[in-house]
């Protein structure tokens, strides 16, 4: 799970490396908006394991989910209908459709908090030189 993470870091990094590269040079810009705008943008994958996400959408399927944030139920909510969609579309089961959204990846957003995102990019980025320093 530690290297989900790891992976899920390093994407948003990059993606706000991408937003700061978009902007003028010259142009001062707010470290927490940018890090908001990474957040919401389109993430490539859920970074979750397989095993993990049939057991949280099983429980969500039970009305069972008891989450303190909003940003994972979402998660959860959002994977849950594109497993859903794809389970009616093709007529497959939970575990093979799951399979299939997992792999084909594409989440709406990174499904991290303002203080996380933001904490992320203060923590790698190198004012002189206004560039994010994203770890390998």
Not at 63 to 83: C, F, K, P, Q
Request: hydrophobic fraction near 45%; charged fraction near 20%; charge should be positive.
């Amino acid at each position: 799970m530690f290297s989900l993470i790891h992976l899920r870091n390093r994407h948003f990094l990059t993606a706000v490396s991408n937003l700061i590269s978009s902007l003028p040079a010259d142009k001062a810009f707010d470290i927490d908006s940018i890090a908001m705008q990474a957040a919401m943008s389109h993430a490539p994958a859920y970074y979750c394991t397989f095993d993990y996400a049939l057991r949280m959408l099983r429980v969500l399927r039970h009305g069972r989910l008891r989450l303190r944030r909003d940003r994972r139920l979402a998660m959860w909510t959002e994977l849950n209908t594109r497993v859903t969609r794809l389970m009616e579309k093709r007529g497959v089961r939970l575990p093979d459709a799951l399979a299939n959204v997992l792999s084909d990846g594409g989440a709406s957003q990174f499904f991290i908090s303002p203080a996380t995102a933001a904490s992320l990019v203060r923590r790698y980025f190198d004012y002189s030189t206004r560039t994010l320093l994203i770890p390998a």
